[in-house]
């Protein structure tokens, strides 16, 4: 099946350091990526969609200056977090769209636990 | 505004039982139907989808039916197996007028098989 793939799956870092997490498509090209973040006992809030060879489109309320995302290629999509600090400790999640699949079905990277010191 | 609701946080099944996952949503235009299992420290795994042209869909022990007009799906596992035990997540989706097919999660059922 489709397998996308996210790194790292976790980070402990000080106040003020920028975090930069990786999401690949292994098996598909995916024009588009979403990143989510995950409250505890919460669901998956979209943060952002990310198109290959395009700006990012933020959901409303979300810093785009704060979480940089760039898609530079059809496998590979990224999230830098920008000054973190540890009120931005989430779990972070992508997700890649597989156009080839009925429904065009979003498959998940395994998250990146952040945890800001 | 929760647009996907998941009203029941736990269900708890005996293995070989059937176990049935509810979900409601507000929106209309909600045009495909999604149903993802999570396990703790995991990224959701997609299981099955359905159309809203559609009112079931099978695949293998999972087969999801939608109402539309109670806006109401479920997802149903038959049987039953321990290692189904995992977070489910309804969601649904735009996929036309350049939505760009985002998904709207509900908060998810916990699903726990006991053997």
């Known amino acids: 099946g489709a397998v996308v793939s996210q790194h790292p799956s976790w980070v402990i870092c000080k106040s003020g350091t920028s975090v930069k997490i990786e999401c690949r498509s292994l098996?598909?090209?995916?024009?588009?990526m979403f990143w989510y973040r995950q409250f505890p006992k919460q669901s998956l809030m979209l943060m952002a969609t990310?198109?290959?060879?395009?700006?990012?489109?933020?959901e409303q309320g979300v810093e785009k200056d704060k979480f940089l995302i760039n898609h530079a290629s059809l496998t590979l999509s990224t999230l830098t977090v920008t000054s973190a600090h540890p009120e931005d400790s989430s779990f972070y999640i992508c997700?890649?769209?597989?156009?080839?699949?009925?429904?065009?079905?979003?498959?998940f990277g395994d998250g990146t636990r952040l945890s800001i010191l | 505004d929760q647009q996907v609701k998941q009203n029941s946080p736990s269900l708890s099944v005996q293995e070989g039982r059937i176990s049935i996952l509810n979900c409601d949503y507000t929106?209309?235009?909600?045009?495909?139907f999604l149903w993802y299992k999570k396990y703790p420290a995991e990224g959701p795994t997609f299981l099955i989808s359905?159309?809203?042209?559609?009112d079931k869909n099978e695949d293998g022990r999972f087969t999801v039916f939608l109402n539309k007009s109670a806006k109401h799906l479920s997802l149903h596992i038959v049987p039953s197996q321990p290692g189904d035990s995992a977070v489910y997540f309804c969601?649904?989706?735009?996929?036309?007028?350049?939505?760009?097919?985002?998904?709207?999660f509900g908060k998810g059922t916990l699903l726990t098989v006991n053997p």
């Open positions: 098996d598909f090209q995916a024009t588009t």
């Open positions: 990310s198109n290959e060879g395009s700006k990012a489109t933020y």
């Open positions: 359905i159309s809203s042209i559609k």
């Open positions: 929106n209309s235009m909600f045009d495909y």
């Open positions: 997700s890649a769209r597989d156009w080839t699949g009925v429904g065009q079905p979003q498959h």
């Open positions: 969601a649904a989706s735009l996929n036309s007028g350049g939505s760009n097919y985002k998904l709207t």
